[in-house]
T-cell receptor
């Protein structure tokens, strides 16, 4: 089946630093989504991307839909303690009937 | 509407027992999805409904699992003869048909089989 690989698997950064993570796929996706999940909660949608090359921001978050349609990137600027959590990429393929999730990037922020 | 609701939030059961979870989607959403998430992994698709019709089931959904959405509103997920390997977070999500705007997830039901 399709797999979405995220890197890094985890990262431990200082408050105020910028963060970058990415997601790669063996298949083409026509929609990319980024979710954040806090412990014991469901994932919450952060950003949605619909076109190859698209760059979209949501506050301190910026995400890009890769030109090859097989990857996506998420950047967080000036990290704060509440950014702690697990970030998942997810994508729809052509049929658009189900969402496939990545393996997750766990972010820890040091004060 | 307060979003997607799942009940219970936590369930501890003995191996071999049956359990049932409930999901109430966002009222205007006609699609409802069930996912399973184990520790350290991303959510994995189990099944989805459009209105009351179950349109797709993953091979992860063994014959011990059954899901229903009888009136196209709330849904239930039943696991019969639970096994320790069923321990996971079970997530429900809903969306409008097409769903390319992403799903809205509930807070999940954490199942522990002892």
């Amino acid at each position: 089946g399709q797999q979405l690989n995220q890197s890094p698997q985890s990262m431990f950064i200082q408050e105020g630093e910028d963060v970058s993570m990415n997601c790669t796929s063996s298949s083409i996706f026509n929609t990319w989504l980024w979710y954040k999940q806090d412990p014991g909660e469901g994932p919450v949608l952060l950003i949605a991307l619909y076109k190859a090359g698209e760059l979209t921001s949501n506050g301190r978050l910026t995400a890009q839909f890769g030109i090859t349609r097989k990857d996506s990137f998420l950047n967080i600027s000036a990290s704060i303690p509440s950014d702690v959590g697990i970030y998942f990429c997810a994508g729809f393929t052509g049929g658009g009937n189900k969402l496939t999730f990545g393996t997750g990037t766990q972010l820890k922020v040091e004060l | 509407d307060t979003g997607v609701s799942q009940d219970p939030r936590h369930k501890i059961t003995k191996r071999g027992q049956n359990v049932t979870f409930r999901c109430d989607p966002i009222s205007e959403h006609n699609r409802l999805y069930w996912y399973r998430q184990t520790l350290g992994q991303g959510p994995e698709f189990l099944t989805y409904f459009q209105n009351e019709a179950q349109l797709e089931k993953s091979r992860l959904l063994s014959d011990r699992f059954s899901a229903e959405r009888p009136k196209g509103s709330f849904s239930t997920l039943e696991i019969q003869r639970t096994e320790q390997g069923d321990s996971a977070m079970y997530l429900c999500a809903s969306s409008l048909v097409g769903g390319t705007y992403g799903y809205t997830f509930g807070s999940g039901t954490r199942l522990t089989v002892v």
